[in-house]
């Protein structure tokens, strides 16, 4: 799977990177790009919550109603593996690739994303000049940790609709921020010093999480690398799924899932020491539903602790602009 050729909102086709020299124009347009969209992002918990207390007011115009729908209907129940693999489909990372493909995106977040805020513009008249990052959600970027979102709570109760649509416009506009960030950090070495270098991609990816609590995001991360091995004929693949998930009462859990060798690992860090004792009492649960898929079963293990946060590529967030 591929992130594809473009992540720019206006989807026009980004030009290959120059071979050799100095910065090519495309990586100074991804780094400028990631610049301007990390004052801005914000994440989809928060949008979420707003949505569905949006849909439950009775003067919310109708065609609004049907767009905030469509972004809702891509919540995804975290018991169903099918409908785990359709969200990684529909996460919005792929909707350029599709376009430029000829087949027209449908059910894809960030095409529900941007028709949410065609159709909230077309309502209100006005559009947002200007959103405000959420300083606690730390912007995706390539070697990033993965990054989970609780769910938000309705912070659009008190306002009248107008008000309310104006809200909700500022956070779809933050949350499409988001979504090109993740498309940029999913592009392979793309915003590197060195864009024509052999490192894997990494598609790094939003999927909302339906729970008796709210909407839930959990971030997935999924790369695929190929070992050399006694030389070039022989070649090792190995498969692997970095994920965070923060729902109560488990608190913040973070998972690595990997394929190498023939055999399955499952690793997780749990920030609290509860959640890690109980879930390391459910691997031999885990160990089982591994060995019913046919899986040959590797290292299984849940600690305790935080992960270390890698920073930025130097210059990544740097506004030219300024």
Same mark, same amino acid.
């Given at each position: 799977?591929?992130?594809?050729?473009?992540?720019?909102?206006?989807?026009?086709?980004?030009?290959?990177?120059?071979?050799?020299?100095?910065?090519?124009?495309?990586?100074?347009?991804?780094?400028?790009?990631?610049?301007?969209?990390?004052?801005?992002?914000?994440?989809?918990?928060?949008?979420?919550?707003?949505?569905?207390?949006?849909?439950?007011? #009775?003067? &919310? @115009?109708? *065609?609004?109603? /049907?767009?905030? %729908? !469509?972004?809702?209907?891509?919540?995804?129940?975290?018991?169903? =593996?099918?409908?785990?693999?359709?969200?990684?489909?529909?996460?919005?990372?792929?909707?350029?690739?599709?376009?430029?493909?000829?087949?027209?995106?449908?059910?894809?977040?960030?095409?529900?994303?941007?028709?949410?805020?065609?159709?909230?513009?077309?309502?209100?008249?006005?559009?947002?000049?200007?959103?405000?990052?959420?300083?606690?959600?730390?912007?995706?970027?390539?070697?990033?940790?993965?990054?989970?979102?609780?769910?938000?709570?309705?912070?659009?109760?008190?306002?009248?609709?107008?008000?309310?649509?104006?809200?909700?416009?500022?956070?779809?506009?933050?949350?499409?921020?988001?979504?090109?960030?993740?498309?940029? #950090?999913? &592009? @392979?070495? *793309?915003?590197? /010093?060195?864009? %024509? !270098?052999?490192?894997?991609?990494?598609?790094?990816?939003?999927? =909302?999480?339906?729970?008796?609590?709210?909407?839930?995001?959990?971030?997935?991360?999924?790369?695929?690398?190929?070992?050399?091995?006694?030389?070039?004929?022989?070649?090792?693949?190995?498969?692997?799924?970095?994920?965070?998930?923060?729902?109560?009462?488990?608190?913040?859990?973070?998972?690595?899932?990997?394929?190498?060798?023939?055999?399955?690992?499952?690793?997780?860090?749990?920030?609290?020491?509860?959640?890690?004792?109980?879930?390391?009492?459910?691997?031999?649960?885990?160990?089982?539903?591994?060995?019913?898929?046919?899986?040959?079963?590797?290292?299984?293990?849940?600690?305790?602790?935080?992960?270390?946060?890698?920073? #930025?590529?130097?210059?990544?967030?740097?506004?030219?602009?300024?």
């Amino acid at each position: 799977m591929r992130a594809g050729k473009s992540v720019l909102p206006n989807s026009e086709p980004v030009a290959p990177p120059a071979p050799e020299g100095a910065e090519s124009q495309t990586v100074m347009l991804l780094k400028d790009a990631a610049a301007r969209f990390v004052s801005q992002q914000s994440g989809l918990a928060p949008l979420y919550a707003d949505l569905e207390a949006a849909v439950a007011r #009775a003067d &919310l @115009p109708q *065609a609004v109603r /049907a767009a905030a %729908q !469509s972004v809702l209907s891509l919540r995804v129940d975290g018991m169903n =593996p099918d409908a785990l693999k359709a969200a990684v489909l529909k996460s919005g990372l792929f909707m350029e690739a599709m376009l430029a493909g000829g087949t027209a995106p449908s059910g894809d977040m960030k095409s529900a994303l941007l028709s949410l805020r065609q159709t909230l513009q077309s309502w209100l008249g006005a559009s947002v000049s200007e959103t405000r990052a959420d300083p606690q959600l730390p912007p995706p970027h390539r070697g990033a940790a993965p990054v989970a979102q609780q769910p938000g709570m309705p912070s659009i109760a008190m306002l009248d609709i107008r008000a309310a649509g104006l809200h909700l416009l500022a956070e779809t506009d933050g949350a499409l921020a988001r979504q090109t960030l993740l498309q940029i #950090a999913s &592009l @392979p070495d *793309a915003i590197a /010093a060195q864009p %024509q !270098s052999d490192a894997p991609p990494k598609l790094t990816m939003d999927i =909302p999480l339906a729970t008796p609590l709210g909407t839930a995001i959990i971030q997935l991360q999924i790369e695929h690398e190929e070992q050399r091995k006694d030389g070039e004929a022989s070649r090792e693949k190995t498969w692997r799924i970095n994920l965070a998930i923060d729902i109560e009462p488990l608190g913040p859990v973070r998972a690595t899932v990997s394929q190498a060798g023939g055999l399955t690992h499952v690793v997780m860090l749990a920030e609290r020491k509860e959640s890690a004792a109980a879930l390391r009492d459910d691997l031999p649960m885990l160990e089982a539903s591994l060995a019913e898929a046919a899986l040959e079963i590797g290292e299984l293990q849940c600690r305790t602790g935080k992960p270390q946060a890698p920073s #930025a590529p130097a210059g990544l967030f740097v506004d030219r602009a300024s």
